[in-house]
């Protein structure tokens, strides 16, 4: 068996799909921060506790929600509302109702901050993120609640040189789908070039009678809807619990900014290979597998400092 | 009184007086010491930052590396090395400049959230390298840390003696602060913060500027951790981790960016609310700074001592009109 | 307006707000005619569930039994959340100590806090009895006259796991350890167990605290080709670990022994990630009619049962009560000699007693999870597989760096 420092070939082809698993979460959570940053200027700390809300909005839906009956002190109320729902269909209301909280958020926080420096926004989605989080803790604690992989993608398909869980292949997918997706409908499409226009010079814009608030509240929905996605693909794979988010909104803030802040493609090949480059640690110098990216951050900001993909505004 | 009628500059030394005046009164009128010796700890951090925030323009995302970072010296040189506590907080001080120097070399060649950012990283492998360092004992910490005898002849162990040298550390770096700020070397920083490309083009060399602002803001960081080391007896990863940069922010945020009161203000109501809230809130904390947070950056920009300031000129200003 | 009155208003506020910020710190003086309990945990973090609001609910169960006063004065709780920061848990025990009168420390989770505030009782000399906290140096190399562990420590718990699975045939280990200071102890304690016992560990890797994702050490652990899986980890990444061994069907081919693992964990992975999977606690509630009757007094409360930190907290707190109730005192070494004197014999232990560097010594339980099939109402998860009694499970004089126990 042919060894690459010690480490089996096929470990190491293991090890480098695993990191391409990985890699799929960061561009998908980088993507919709790319997003968020390149089109609005903010810088949104809130986002892994989206991310956090999508898991909790699928958990929920499988747990069932049951509100027939609400004890509200002695009262009894009769509110009649039930619901269940799968991992498909939680795919999604998941970024639905993330989608829905970051419209409240920009219509009721953050307009007031654009015409402010940036660092305000990023405060501002911090302090959201810390209040979300707690509140969660209280409710939930903090030992999380499990999530079941659907039926229908349980089991592990044998790719020879490592046994990979069905699962995983799928999030690796969907996540490729999803980067496209976004990708295509912000650089290709009349749609995203009127978004891109509207946040770059927003007077002219409107006055071409383009609703221009509108747009930028979608724009931060949309973002967030997307870690919200990120949060239902990961509820099977993880933990579901309050903390999941800020345990990775770092390094996903590592990843766009090597990326480049403004750049969707940037953070999608990013997420991509930092996933990879993350696995490759993890067998090498596994201690170091948090750190690696920061690593890599303070290189790139040396020697690129716009980020890879990045143009310096 | 003709004396207080020259500027707000009085008035606003009036208000110092008085405030020194109760801390050093504060142990005998049944204020806890070592609460306030705390608190001054982080006040000592908070206007360590805001020396770059505030008058510089710098949001570093990562000076808990600099605080905890010369915590974690400090208890080493005390505890391993046995030195006495003035040549161990030099120690940490040091070690925090160096780091400064360091960090703050990257970082400065960016502007704005991306120097944010480098900071971020930079401070999270710093921190990365005190959880791996075997000096530093992991999750536990360095645990019981004797404060020893200041100069060799001060026993530090009584809680009163530790509060007044901690106070007088604080009214030292806060004269030195004041000293910087209203300095032509100052001016030049707040010229910097309100328009950079003007300074440029007027021959500054804004980059050594700027270096020179965020070594004595770290190195001031490292201070006010170094001391905490001798009041609490201890040092942990709690005080690298990036949360605890964040803390900083909110202390400055809250207090007021860019005053000299705010950060001292942020750092005693922030302290004071997470000891008053542990035992009361429990674990609504946590959900409760986050409210204050959010709450600070949308209505109470100027923060605590900017809103009073602000409001203070009003009022003067409606004075005036009436005259 | 005039400057002096501005200049005024403005120490008003400032003055104001310092009051409010120091609020927390005025406490009043000593008040020598309560007997006052101080509990700081972890109360909204990532060890909040198996100690945390339900430690609160024991120790109050605890004062309720003793009949909430002793000999006229009125037994008091005051309780704090340190956040997982020694800072907070150091300042606020020190606080309670100088200012507000309590008469002894019960230390819930994360060990990095109880080490600080041992230290602080051990300077104020009073007594801190430890639950929650692991870390065997309490009792070890950084043991002190008035610190009690009373539930567990990571010695125990790898005397039970590592000696009892590696002596029913689980002879080649591979480990999975968080890389922090608990991390290793728990897995260089275990790792010298299996060693004693006949077996041999085959490899080690290290993760960092907190890592999300767990694949790629396991497929290094499935590599190894080791019948057992050591966990030397704790919480969420114990969880995290788990969920994907059974993901990538590493549980085919290794058994987990969890070596940090509470109920509350079984219960948030389910029994069908979980099942077959071996570990050691100091207590079970469903094992005796006694902890039976106790967990559903629990449970009505909590709606959830309790876990075996939940359960030392009362029984300390009833002990430390039954002693000051014996010699009629709150003074720490009195209360303290008539501690190490008694029998601890309660619902927690059986047998139980305080040794000279202040392990409170108790029989510890090797369990397995059972199987979904098996269990035949909520909470009921382990079967109880081993015993391991008394001094057994605890660190030998001989290997003990304890300057207080000599």
Known sequence: MTEIFGVPVQALLGQLMLGLVNGSFYAMLSLGLAVIFGLLGVVNFAHGAMYMLGAYVAWLGLDGVDLTHVQVGSQVLNLGIQFHFNFWTALLVGPLVVGLVGVVVEKLLLKRLYKLDPLYGLLLTFGLALIVQGVFLQFYGSSGQSYDTPEALSGAINLGFMILPKYRGFVIVASLVVCFGTWFLIERTRLGALLRAGTENPSLVQAFGVNVPLMVTLTYAGGAALAGLAGVLAAPVIQVTPLMGSNLIIVVFAVVVIGGMGSIIGSIVTGLVLGVLEGLTRVFYPEASNVVVFFIMAIVLMIRPAGLFGKEK | MSWLGNGTQRAGKIVWILALAFLLAAPFVGVYPIFVAQALCFAIFAIAFNLLLGYTGLLSFGHAAFFGGAAYVTAWLLQAQHLTPELALVGGVLAAAGAGVVIGAIAIRRQGIYFAMVTLALAYMLSFFFLEAPFTGGENGLQGIERGKLFGLISLENDLALYYFVLAVFVAVFLFVLRVVHSPYGQVLKAIRENEPRAISLGYNVDRYKLLAFVLSASLAGLGGALKVLVLHLATLQDVRWEQSGEVILMTLLGGLGTFAGPVVGAFTVVGLQNYLSDRAGSWTGVIIGCIFVLCVVAFRKGIVGELLAWQQRRAAAARRHD | ?406
Not at chain 3, 93 to 122: H, Q, Y
Request: hydrophobic residues 40%.
């Open chain 3, 1 to 406: 307006m005039s400057k002096p009155f501005s200049a005024a208003l403005k120490t008003v506020a400032i003055a104001c707000l310092g009051a409010l910020g120091l609020a927390g710190a005025a406490q009043a003086q000593i008040s020598g005619d309560v007997i006052r309990i101080g509990f700081i945990t972890d109360l909204s973090g990532v060890y909040s569930d198996i100690d945390g609001q339900g430690g609160i609910e024991a120790i109050k169960m605890a004062i309720a039994d003793a009949g909430g006063s002793i000999a006229g004065k009125k037994i008091e709780l005051v309780t704090a959340d340190h956040q997982n920061k020694p800072d907070v848990a150091a300042s606020k025990a020190r606080e309670w100590f100088d200012t507000a009168g309590v008469d002894i420390l019960i230390a819930g989770t994360n060990s990095g806090t109880n080490l600080a505030m041992s230290k602080v009782a051990a300077e104020k000399h009073k007594i801190m009895i430890s639950v929650g906290g692991g870390t065997s140096a309490l009792t070890n190399e950084q043991c002190t006259p008035t610190t009690i562990h009373w539930a567990y420590d990571t010695t125990a718990l790898a005397k039970g796991t590592g000696g009892a699975v590696t002596k029913a045939g689980g002879k080649t280990w591979y480990f999975l350890q968080a890389d922090y200071a608990f991390g290793a102890a728990l897995e260089s304690d275990t790792a010298r167990v299996v060693e004693a016992n006949g077996g041999k560990v085959l490899g080690v890797v290290k993760h960092p605290l907190s890592a999300s994702d767990f694949s790629s050490f396991l497929l290094q652990a499935q590599a190894s080709k080791a019948q057992i899986l050591g966990l030397a980890n704790a919480g969420g990444d114990t969880i995290n670990a788990i969920k994907a061994a059974n993901e990538f069907g590493i549980t085919k081919s290794m058994k987990l022994a969890g070596l940090l693992m509470f109920i509350q964990d079984v219960h948030s992975l389910g029994l069908k990630t979980t099942q077959g999977m071996y570990l050691t606690d100091s207590w079970y509630w469903n094992k005796t009619p006694e902890t039976r009757a106790w967990g559903r007094r629990y449970f009505d409360i909590m709606k959830k049962m309790p876990g075996s930190l939940q359960a030392g907290d009362y029984s300390a707190v009833a002990n430390y009560l039954a002693a000051v109730k014996a010699t009629g005192t709150d003074d720490t070494d009195k209360v303290l000699a008539k501690m190490k004197a008694s029998k601890v014999n309660d619902v927690f232990a059986k047998d139980g007693w305080i040794r000279g560097d202040g392990s409170m010594i108790h029989d510890m339980y090797l369990m397995q999870v059972k199987t979904p099939e098996a269990s035949k109402e909520p909470w009921d998860y382990y079967n109880v597989v081993e015993t391991i009694k008394g001094e057994a499970a605890w660190t030998t004089k001989a290997e003990s760096k304890c300057a207080a126990w000599k």
